[in-house]
T-cell receptor, first 114, second 108 residues
Framework: EAGVTQFPSHSVIEKGQTVTLRCDPI?????LYWYRRVMGKEIKFLLH????????ESGMPNNRFLAERTGGTYSTLKVQPAELEDSGVYFC????????????FGEGSRLTVL | AQRVTQPEKLLSVFKGAPVELKCNYS??????LFWYVQYSRQRLQLLLR??SRESIKGFTADLNKGETSFHLKKPFAQEEDSAMYYC??????????FGTGTRLQVFP
């Protein structure tokens, strides 16, 4: 069974540019989450989708971040325009309906903003 | 605010030695606690959760509400236990609050 896949694995961009990260959850997992780990700090929750609906986006840092999950399948996280402090590893995770605490994580997308 | 504290960034032990990875939390209610692990070049994965009261790969963790702790323990460390360990908390919502992680190094 394929796990959660994320693309790209690493992205290097300049301040002010735009980056779009993609996450494909495990098939059948209605719950999809984005988390972020900034260097030296804890992994922080960004938002949670249930199917195509945003259930909780309380962790999104600001309006430069936009997450979508059209059709309830894969999700994208766009950062526009990127700032230096956006550098970090962005993790996607998914879980079965009703099993929100048993997360299956992707390998993460490392974002470096220069 | 809810917070998870892992005081040690790095814990180094020799194979066969006991291991205790510390985790303290601040939350006034009754949270659900987890340990996640990330082995080298692998994904972050759930190791155990306190409500399961199970031992996984020889690891156990007991929730101590009085001390607000959820330390991870193993009596005899193995080299393959070397990894990054994250303690996490949930107050029965859809999101986890993670600590900063502890890197465990087990030397032969």
């Amino acid at each position: 069974e394929a796990g959660v896949t994320q693309f790209p694995s690493h992205s290097v961009i300049e301040k002010g540019q735009t980056v779009t990260l993609r996450c494909d959850p495990i098939s059948g997992h209605d719950n999809l989450y984005w988390y972020r780990r900034v260097m030296g700090k804890e992994i922080k929750f960004l938002l949670h989708f249930v199917k195509e609906s945003k259930q909780d986006e309380s962790g999104m840092p600001n309006n430069r971040f936009l997450a979508e999950r059209t059709g309830g399948t894969y999700s994208t996280l766009k950062v526009q325009p990127a700032e230096l402090e956006d550098s970090g590893v962005y993790f996607c995770a998914s879980s079965l309906p009703g099993r929100w605490s048993e997360l299956f994580f992707g390998e993460g997308s490392r974002l470096t903003v220069l | 605010a809810q917070r998870v504290t892992q005081p040690e960034k790095l814990l180094s032990v020799f194979k066969g030695a006991p291991v205790e990875l510390k985790c303290n939390y601040s939350y006034s209610g009754s949270p659900e606690l987890f340990w996640y692990v990330q082995y080298s070049r692998q994904r972050l994965q759930l190791l155990l959760r306190h409500i399961s009261r199970e031992s996984i790969k020889g690891f156990t963790a007991d929730l101590n509400k009085g001390e607000t702790s959820f330390h991870l323990k193993k009596p005899f460390a193995q080299e393959e236990d070397s990894a990054m360990y994250y303690c996490a908390l949930s107050f029965f919502t859809d999101k986890l609050i993670f600590g900063t992680g502890t890197r465990l190094q087990v030397f032969p």
